[in-house]
Nanobody, 124 residues
Framework: QVQLDESGGGLVQAGGSLRLSCAAP????????MGWFRQAPGKEREFVAA????????SYADSVQGRFTISRDNAKNTVYLEMNNLKPEDTAVYYC?????????????????WGQGTQVTVSS
């Protein structure tokens, strides 16, 4: 129904930075809450960050608080994840997600639209 396309993943050394982008169709983008999950090999899906219709409404996992920043630009139909001071344990496939409504959840089952994922690898 809703196509989400992630980009910006890659290989970076510990302490470096990456910026992920997620593009979505423009018709109703501003009506969706957006977020990011990640999944490392042998691990379950893990909540990273989410953002509501207002940029003041944001939520972060404790493991990334202070290092990652989620933002959105409704004019460009795009959500971003700025990742700073990356650590090897941040290595994972990162997924862009979306849901109707403005309530933010850390439960992946609450988000009904998922992108295909982009690989982030952090070397020591």
């Amino acid at each position: 129904q809703v196509q989400l396309d992630e980009s910006g993943g890659g290989l970076v050394q510990a302490g470096g930075s990456l910026r992920l982008s997620c593009a979505a169709p423009g018709r109703t983008f501003s009506s969706y809450a957006m977020g990011w999950f990640r999944q490392a090999p042998g691990k379950e899906r893990e909540f990273v960050a989410a953002i509501g219709w207002s940029s003041d409404t944001r939520s972060y996992a404790d493991s990334v608080q202070g290092r990652f920043t989620i933002s959105r630009d409704n004019a460009k139909n795009t959500v971003y994840l700025e990742m700073n001071n990356l650590k090897p344990e941040d290595t994972a496939v990162y997924y862009c997600v979306a849901k109707m409504g403005n309530i933010l959840y850390s439960n992946p089952s609450r988000y009904n639209y998922w992108g295909q994922g982009t690989q982030v690898t952090v070397s020591s």
